[in-house]
Nanobody, 124 residues
Framework: QVQLVESGGGLVQAGGSLRLSCAAS????????MGWFRQAPAKEREFLAA????????YYADSVKGRFTISRDGVKNTVYLQMNSLKPEDTAVYYC?????????????????WGQGTQVTVSS
């Protein structure tokens, strides 16, 4: 069965950094897009970044471009989100997802698999 398991969340001060990991298993992800989303209390799920598994092409939301970096490790079957210069408004549950599309996609409805999420809290 396909599984996506996020880790690396926690409590950090504003201006600090965290690296989130998404361990993917259950199938080959060749031809898939891997994405990161977040959801804050009382808000809709927000797209952050995506990467094509096969080619490494990336796409970022304007809110995180220049601060966050998405990458993948084919040997470890893991997707990462490096988050720098964190702000209190970055506080949310962060989700990893996979879409059956060789090109990057940003719409939640296109994603076939989701992890359970990891909490990121940024204090002032």
């Amino acid at each position: 069965q396909v599984q996506l398991v996020e880790s690396g969340g926690g409590l950090v001060q504003a201006g600090g950094s965290l690296r989130l990991s998404c361990a993917a298993s259950g199938r080959s992800f060749t031809g898939y897009t891997m994405g990161w989303f977040r959801q804050a209390p009382a808000k809709e799920r927000e797209f952050l970044a995506a990467i094509s598994w096969s080619y490494g092409n990336t796409y970022y939301a304007d809110s995180v471009k220049g601060r966050f970096t998405i990458s993948r490790d084919g040997v470890k079957n893991t997707v990462y989100l490096q988050m720098n210069s964190l702000k209190p408004e970055d506080t949310a549950v962060y989700y990893c997802a996979a879409a059956y599309d060789i090109e990057v996609v940003t719409t939640t409805s296109h994603y076939d698999y989701w992890g359970q999420g990891t909490q990121v809290t940024v204090s002032s």
